[in-house]
């Protein structure tokens, strides 16, 4: 009966640490891929305000983004610029566009307002159809939809990007 | 003795007898869990995973560019590169091996300012590099120019792209830039010879894609001889260890030699320079001997009129 209960107790102990480390590990294995799916697999998705929210720090962004690959990466650009167009934040998107496409087609905020307002739609449905790199630019191509009005044609966009460091990047797109 | 006494007193035995090496067990478990902590808590060094990286072989029989060689590789092809762009072609063709000159400009720099002008006075904007191949001491680089920074203009309007291989290659002890995928010259003095004519392959040229065999071959007849017209198959190969190559210019270059003539010919063959398999014979493989030969003849007439059709190998 001793020697039971010795060996029980043994391996409730051994049993109690395994269990600990395997919660541990766990956790932390699907944090990772929770946040790595849930950008991925957004090949068409509603741009919705929490893409870039306030309460995010600088330095927590800058965490996840080192967690995505590089393809995810310039989708989350992306979709950094196309949810400020959609909620309107025109300021926002204005200072992401690089300084010399600025100075050709958009010399100020109010003339990127008018464009953005004639050309993007009031809900933004973004599908990305393809992604080419020329050395560190990269270019996606994009159809943008509005789900909510049928009328809506399509607009097909090349949104250029150069990422100098994480979550510090410029963009510009081909004018129509 | 009831249940919980008992349990108590083996407790106390176990502590008493394994005490020791349950305490170093929990220590030991203590030390791993608390660095796996701080191993996951510690600040991370964030920096953005990229793909691109120039110096990096897109093939890699021969390996990466070696670190102690990065910095002078890549700046001899920026001060190129730069010296091009901003119109400089004098300074850029000083840049270029002797070589590289005397087979693509014929020396002439005016040669090279038609090439470099119609490069990069269309393509003159953004540029970038990629290592593609590196053998001995030769580094070889994929140079892509757009025509238009496309990242001022968002791809407005289209782009075209221009690429071309460069190389850097030492000479006299300077490293230098041979472009347009040309890399290098070797001298070469292999012999053969029948009684009906001598060859001496004189050199080879060496650009990423091909191979070039400058060859002077003696008449010995006062017959005229055909080594290629352009009239018979596969006249003129080259043998790689057993694979063929088909000379790529025999439409261009008839190769006739009249008799008693000597006459240099270029025989240019597709064959990577990364590729790890030797040379190993020039085939003629149609040689007709003709004595009243004339132009208008057709191959069956040069066949009926041959004093000789035979093969002539050239060991390499």
Same mark, same amino acid.
């Given at each position: ?31 990772? @891929? ?19 929210? !306030? ?6 962004? &800058? ?8 393809? %995810?990466?310039?989708? %989350? ?30 010399? %100020? ?11 993007? =739609?009031?809900?933004i449905?973004?599908?990305? %159809? @393809? ?5 560190n ?5 994009? &159809?943008?939809?509005? =789900?909510? @009005?049928k !009328? ?21 797109? @081909?004018?129509? | ?21 349950? /305490? ?12 796996? +902590? ?45 010296? #091009?762009k901003n ?7 000083? +840049?270029?091996?002797?070589? #590289? ?18 490069v ?22 994929e ?15 289209g ?17 230098? $830039? ?18 009906? +004519?001598?060859?001496?392959?004189? #050199?080879?040229? +060496? ?19 055909? $080594? ?13 260890e ?7 210019? *025999? ?32 085939? /003629? ?24 059709i ?5 060991? *390499?």
């Amino acid at each position: 009966m001793n020697k039971n209960i010795k060996k029980i107790l043994i391996i409730i102990v051994i049993l109690i640490l395994m269990a600990i480390n395997l919660i541990i590990f766990i956790n932390h294995f699907n944090y990772k @891929n929770t946040e790595e799916n849930n950008l991925t697999n957004q090949i068409s998705t509603i741009i919705k305000h929490n893409i870039a929210t !306030e309460e995010e720090t600088e330095n927590s962004r &800058k965490e996840m983004l080192n967690e995505y690959s590089e393809a %995810t990466r310039m989708k %989350t650009y992306v979709g950094q610029y196309l949810s400020y167009i959609d909620s309107e934040k025109y300021e926002d998107a204005y200072n992401l566009l690089y300084q010399n496409f600025k100075n050709t087609y958009f010399k %100020t905020l109010v003339d990127f307002e008018n464009y953005a307002k004639e050309k993007y =739609p009031s809900e933004i449905m973004v599908e990305y %159809t @393809n992604m080419n790199k020329e050395g560190n630019i990269y270019i996606l191509s994009v &159809k943008i939809q509005d =789900p909510t @009005n049928k !009328e809506y044609k399509t607009l097909e966009q090349n949104i250029v990007i150069q990422e100098n460091d994480l979550n510090d990047f410029v963009l510009s797109f @081909n004018v129509e | 003795m009831t249940f919980n006494s008992k349990f108590t007193m083996t407790v106390r035995k176990i502590f008493k007898k394994y005490g020791k090496t349950v /305490f170093i067990i929990f220590i030991v478990w203590l030390i791993i869990f608390l660095f796996n +902590m701080y191993l996951r808590n510690r600040p991370k060094k964030l920096e953005a995973n990229k793909t691109y990286n120039p110096d990096n072989p897109v093939i890699d029989y021969g390996g990466s560019v070696p670190n102690s060689q990065k910095q002078s590789v890549n700046e001899t092809l920026d001060t190129y590169l730069n010296y #091009c762009k901003n119109k400089d072609y004098d300074n850029a063709f000083n +840049m270029l091996t002797n070589d #590289c000159k005397a087979y693509l400009y014929n020396n002439d720099i005016n040669e090279f300012k038609k090439y470099a002008s119609n490069v990069f006075e269309k393509f003159n904007n953004y540029s970038y590099v990629q290592n593609y191949s590196n053998q001995d001491k030769v580094y070889i680089y994929e140079v892509t120019i757009l025509s238009n920074d496309i990242l001022s203009t968002g791809t407005t309007g289209g782009y075209e792209k221009y690429q071309e291989k460069i190389t850097i290659i030492e000479e006299d002890g300077v490293k230098k $830039i041979a472009n347009q995928g040309y890399i290098t010259h070797e001298k070469l003095s292999r012999e053969a010879e029948d009684d009906f +004519m001598r060859v001496k392959v004189k #050199c080879k040229d +060496m650009s990423y894609s091909r191979v070039s065999y400058t060859l002077e071959v003696k008449n010995k007849t006062d017959k005229t001889i055909v $080594i290629a017209d352009y009239n018979a198959g596969k006249e003129v190969t080259l043998n790689i260890e057993g694979e063929y190559q088909l000379a790529t210019n *025999l439409a261009i270059q008839e190769s006739i030699i009249k008799p008693g003539e000597t006459k240099e010919l270029e025989y240019i063959f597709d064959k990577f320079y990364d590729s790890k398999r030797e040379d190993t014979q020039i085939n /003629f493989n149609y040689v007709r001997i003709i004595p009243d030969f004339d132009f208008e003849l057709t191959l069956e007439q040069q066949k009926e009129q041959a004093y000789k059709i035979y093969s002539f190998n050239i060991n *390499l």
